[in-house]
């Protein structure tokens, strides 16, 4: 069961993009769980129903609103085109945008957590000793919460890796631009080469592994539970 | 119109009422805001330090922190004070050495009046600047956190209840540093606290505040001696009196300390003669007699003049309110002993001290 160039394609763009996505997803989701963590405002219950919404929505249901959306008809395509970036499904960029909505509950959750666990105290602290919010973020802030922006950057990366319906819905299954491993292995299985896709699926299978043992060794060095 | 001074209007609705100060206070010596938990106290200092937005006006010594005439806010980054918090909250993240530094290194040079060696001196934490802060003690975070606040040389320090977490021999052991801090930096001080023992320590004024109105303000003497202030129905009710070394003497090993209204006999302290000592006197301890010829064991006998009566916390008791040489003292006796000595209003009597405690 040696891995084949074509899985080794679709390993090395899983890859890029979990890891591109992970980044953004940090850069996107601080702001958002800065904000789920201390605002007042009425609009917090429907802002954060809706960041959580793909934790229970069935990936299909997510890619297929986002393919329509982002469709010649939809206003997200029309958007795209208007600005010449052309339309976004079946392509990379189209799997990265519908990856960060896919992945974004399991970002802003331990960061949000992180942000309402440490509470306003250390703020407080930091503005009676002269420092302004903008500071007071990356000298308090995020030194207090890294071990939520730890378990936020591993659940990130693991659920874009795994994530199957939202590709399939909108990247198709384009060789080096949207064929990820779990779509590769379903090629495999719809092929009958059940060694290749065990290659593949072991290896997701360990990686998973491997991912939630450091979850739980972070979460266990700082009291955090296993990240949510 | 003098510039001098902290002048605090404040109106914050709270949960239970509605926050309501206008106070001129001192603008140096430690000024205490004094009442039960719950009184505001502690939301008062939150104004100030502009971590709670009420309306009104905040001016330190002639700088503005906060008028809503002018519009004019400051964030609590903007305004020199330093802030000790009841519970140390030292930067988890930091090293004692870091959380030392992070006020101090945005204060530019030329403003930096309290010197590193000075603070790290006075509160004794030299041997604790390399270590984390997990491993510290509560009295070591908080001397930390105090010198944190320190080093940042505020035009006005704000403590609240700072000595609230300590046991009692490490509270004794700041105490001293926090005299020091009174006498040698000049900073106005706003000290919350509910103890009256350390109010009457530490404190030249004190601002009486209850369900979030000043009841009293003034120095703290003159507040403590009065009888209509629920102070004087504390078990604890005490006067101070600030008084001189004036002699020792070595055959009975005793000390004199002098005042207008005569001089008080204390075990022999070692101070020299002409230092200042402030005495506290509990009412407990003073009883009254119609003359001084009466033989007694008790040393400290002075002349004085009954010039009011109070409630006491028992229905039994009674303060009487004294005048001596112009210190008022305070003695809580039964309301019998009032009756058959027909103690009134303007009566010479003799107040017999039992006992006083030197404070400073």
């Known amino acids: ?228 | 119109m003098s510039e001098a001074g902290i002048q605090l209007q404040c109106r914050l609705p709270l949960a239970d009422f509605t926050l309501e100060a206008d106070l001129n206070l001192p603008g140096r010596g430690v000024t205490a805001l004094f009442g039960a938990s719950g009184s505001g106290k502690t939301s008062l200092l939150r104004c100030v330090a502009g971590l709670a937005r009420p309306a009104g006006r905040v001016k330190i010594n002639g700088e503005c922190w906060q008028d809503d005439a002018q519009r004019v806010f400051l964030p609590t980054h903007k305004r020199a004070l330093g802030y000790v918090f009841q519970e140390a909250s030292l930067f988890a993240h930091l090293s004692v050495r870091a959380n030392l530094e992070f006020g101090r290194k945005r204060i530019a040079a030329a403003e930096r009046k309290v010197g590193w060696e000075a603070a790290v001196e006075l509160l004794g934490i030299g041997h604790l600047l390399d270590r984390g802060t997990a491993a510290l003690s509560g009295g070591e975070r908080q001397r930390v956190a105090i010198a944190r606040a320190l080093l940042t040389s505020p035009q006005l320090l704000l403590m609240d209840e700072p000595l609230a977490a300590l046991d009692s021999r490490r509270k004794q052991e700041i105490l001293p540093y926090l005299e020091r801090l009174h006498d040698e930096l000049a900073t106005p001080i706003l000290y919350v606290s509910h103890s009256p023992d350390e109010v009457a320590r530490l404190a030249d004024h004190m601002v009486l505040l209850e369900q979030g109105r000043v009841v009293a303000s003034g120095p703290t003497a003159e507040l403590l001696a009065r009888l209509d202030l629920p102070l004087a129905l504390d078990e604890d009710a005490a006067v101070l009196v600030d008084t001189q070394v004036v002699g020792h003497d070595e055959d009975y090993q005793l000390t004199r300390l002098g005042f207008p209204g005569g001089v008080i006999k204390v075990t022999r302290k070692a101070l020299d003669v002409g230092k200042r000592a402030r005495l506290k006197i509990q009412a407990r301890d003073v009883s009254i007699a119609l003359t001084g010829e009466n033989p007694s064991s008790i040393v400290n006998r002075l002349p004085a003049r009954i010039v009011g009566f109070g409630d006491a916390a028992h229905p039994a008791q009674c303060l009487v309110r004294l005048d001596a040489g112009g210190t008022p003292l305070l003695a809580r006796i039964t309301r019998l002993s009032k009756d058959q000595l027909g103690l009134r209003e303007g009566l010479p009597v003799v107040a017999q001290i039992k006992s006083v405690a030197l404070l400073a």
């Open chain 1, 1 to 228: 069961m040696e891995l084949t160039p074509e899985d080794w394609s679709a390993v090395r763009l899983t890859l890029e993009l979990s890891t591109l996505v992970t980044v953004l997803l940090l850069i996107i989701g601080t702001p958002i769980a800065w904000w789920l963590a201390r605002t007042r405002s009425r609009l917090r219950g429907v802002i954060g129903a809706v960041v959580s919404l793909p934790i229970v929505l069935p990936p299909t249901v997510l890619g297929f609103y986002l393919l329509v959306l982002m469709g010649p008809q939809g206003a997200v395509g029309r958007f795209t085109e208007a600005l010449g970036l052309g339309r976004l499904p079946f392509t990379f960029t189209g799997l990265v945008v519908a990856s960060i909505i896919y992945s974004l509950p399991f970002v802003v959750q331990p960061i949000q957590n992180a942000f309402m666990a440490m509470g306003d105290r250390p703020l407080e602290v930091a503005a009676t000793l002269r420092a302004s919010p903008l500071v007071t973020f990356f000298t308090v802030t995020l030194p207090l919460a890294r071990p939520g922006f730890i378990t936020a950057a591993i659940l990130g990366f693991a659920h874009t890796v795994g994530e199957f319906g939202v590709v399939l819905m909108i990247g198709g299954n384009i060789p080096d631009k949207t064929r990820v491993i779990s779509m590769q292995i379903y090629n495999h299985v719809e092929a009958m080469e059940y060694g290749q896709a065990h290659g593949l699926a072991a290896g997701l299978l360990a990686f998973s592994f491997i991912v939630l043992l450091g979850l739980y060794a972070v979460g266990g060095r700082n009291g955090l539970g296993g990240g949510r």
